[in-house]
């Protein structure tokens, strides 16, 4: 009895500890990076190209960074997206629900969920090398979007396993395709779902720095086409840090600071949907 | 007795396991025919052979044919689409789609075409009145259906079906999630569609076969045991097995 107590205490005082010791991490780290970044923010940053002199210190800002990013994540989230609810489609309204072919994508997309960035970085640029084609916008959105492929399909997956089979053929029986019945009857059941995680995948897109980094390439100008290279956030971070000029190296951290509210606002407005009543939902 | 449902010959495995031996059947026009049986016995597996959502599980096989007006439901020339249409499913659980209350009867018209918008007004309305739903919604017709209670989500699920102009209703229990006051509702409505419609209806109450069935198809482990007219089944079994569950079963 008393042994028992003991252990009780013992594992709650843990739990305590290790909650403490994370959230102290956060706070260390968004304070950090909010009194860094504020002291060396100004407007400038975020209306202005670097206009050469920048990188040495000089006038200037990243608005090609941030346009370059919104670019690339809202392209590569859009193909996803587009590849993505086929495939979803195909596992949830197509195939049946016991489905060795669906066991099998599934295990494919939790593997391709796991692969560093940096790898599809590389595999990218090698098939850019091989068709010859140069580091652009194009290039950043398609490579993006494979690595944020698997995000958006099994996040939508699992919602998906959550609506009733009963649901699923009360719409068949009243005569509708497998077809009508995923757009007009899955779909909205799981409508905020579907939001939150192409959200989600959106956020993983914007502050990725490996995948980018040779097939999006860098330019001081803001894109003008696909085929244009771009900058963003994370490379700008990445060079900015790795200048030996000091007032250059505290200006990355205004742009961490900018890469940090991008990416807050994504998971706070995912978290917004996600708890929102889905009025119709049944 | 005119039937334009007639099952030949019919087995349905489960992978390994037969779910349904052998089935024979002509189901009577514009009657209710009540499928009875003990639990397992395969009623539902019946019951959605003649909708071919049978097809949606995995591993099942299905031989021999369902006519359905003259038609093998299982031929590779039938569409699928055009025999549910004709099918009207009433679940055990209601599910009504996720959209508003007229959404959800105008939902099967406008899947099959039709778009105006004072046709579609008169047609929700019509049905919502032949569910005996009419009063109770006709002020909220666009907030959610899953705010109905459950009794009023089953009449829609009806008013639902009926909307597509169904040749024969199809119930799976669908009174045993309701209230006792909701199940007569839908017992009642029942008797009222059976001037319209050929009704079938598996039920594991038997007192409820009893009430309104005109025909009763009595089922053990896959097979079809005894079948006819409600009142010789009910009142002078044949079979042994019909004899125990008509007399003996707790219903
Ligand atoms: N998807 C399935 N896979 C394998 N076996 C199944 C499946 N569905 C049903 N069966 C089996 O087929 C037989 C008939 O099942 P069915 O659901 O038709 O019975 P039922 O008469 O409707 O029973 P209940 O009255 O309990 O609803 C049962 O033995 C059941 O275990
Ligand atoms: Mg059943």
Redesign the interface.
């Known amino acids: 009895m008393k042994r028992k107590v003991i252990e009780e205490k013992f594992f709650l005082v843990l739990m305590i500890i290790s909650a403490t010791l994370i959230v102290s991490i956060i706070v260390l780290i968004l304070t950090s990076i909010i009194i860094k970044g504020f002291s060396s923010f100004n407007l400038a940053m975020v209306s202005q190209t670097p206009k050469g002199g920048y990188y040495l210190g000089k006038e200037g800002g990243i608005l090609n960074a941030i346009i370059g990013s919104f670019y690339i994540a809202g392209g590569a989230t859009a193909l996803a997206t587009a590849l993505g609810i086929p495939v979803v489609m195909l596992m949830n309204v197509y195939l049946k629900a016991d489905s060795k072919v669906s066991a099998v994508l599934r295990l494919c997309f939790d593997v391709l969920w796991g692969v560093p960035s940096i790898v599809y970085g590389a595999f990218g640029f090698t098939l850019m090398i091989f068709f010859g084609l140069k580091a652009s916008l194009i290039a950043g959105i398609i490579v993006v979007s494979i690595l944020i492929l698997p995000i958006i399909i099994r996040a939508i997956d699992e919602i998906s396993q959550t609506i009733p089979e009963g649901l699923f053929h009360a719409s068949l029986s009243l005569g509708a395709t497998k077809l009508e019945t995923g757009f007009k009857v899955n779909a909205k059941q799981i409508l905020p779902g579907i939001l939150t995680a192409v959200l989600m995948a959106f956020g993983r897109a914007i502050g990725d720095a490996a995948s980018v980094l040779f097939t999006a390439g860098y330019s001081d100008s803001i894109p003008t086409s696909l085929t244009d290279s771009a900058a963003t956030l994370p490379l700008t971070i990445f060079f900015q840090l790795s200048s030996p000029i000091k007032e250059v190296q505290d200006r990355a951290f205004a742009a961490v600071l900018i890469l940090t509210i991008i990416v807050l606002c994504i998971s706070l407005l995912s978290r917004l949907l996600t708890n929102r009543h889905n009025k119709y939902k049944i | 007795m005119e039937s334009n449902i007639k099952v030949r010959n019919l087995n349905v495995f489960y992978g390994a396991t037969q779910a349904l031996k052998n089935i024979n059947l002509d189901i009577p026009n514009k009657q209710i025919t009540a499928i009875i049986g003990p639990s397992g016995c395969g009623k539902t597996t019946l019951l959605k052979c003649l909708?071919r959502?049978i097809e949606?599980?995995?591993e099942v096989n299905v031989t021999g044919q369902v006519y359905v007006d003259g038609e093998d439901i299982y031929s590779p020339k039938t569409e699928v689409?055009?025999l549910?249409?004709k099918?009207?499913?009433l679940?055990q659980?209601p599910?009504?789609?996720?959209?508003?209350i007229f959404d959800n009867v105008a939902?099967?018209p406008r899947?099959?075409g039709t778009t105006k918008k004072n046709e579609l007004k008169s047609i929700v309305e019509f049905y919502l009145k032949e569910a005996n739903l009419w009063d109770e919604v006709k002020d909220r017709l666009s907030s959610?259906?899953?705010k109905l209670s459950i009794g009023q989500q089953q009449r829609l699920?009806l008013a639902?079906?009926l909307a597509?102009q169904p040749l024969v209703i199809l119930g799976d229990e669908p009174t045993s999630a309701l209230d006792p006051q909701s199940s007569a509702y839908i017992e009642q409505m029942f008797l009222k569609l059976k001037a319209d419609y050929s009704i079938i209806l598996v039920t594991h109450i038997l007192r409820q076969a009893k009430r309104i069935a005109d025909y009763i198809v009595y089922m053990y482990d896959g097979e079809i045991i005894e079948h006819g007219e409600a009142s010789d089944v009910l009142n002078h079994p044949k079979h042994p097995k019909t004899i125990e569950y008509v007399s003996g079963v707790i219903s």
């Open positions: 909708n959502l949606s599980t995995d689409t055009h549910r249409k099918m009207g499913l679940s659980k599910y009504p789609l996720p959209m508003s939902y099967g899947l099959h959610p259906a899953s699920c639902r079906g597509v």
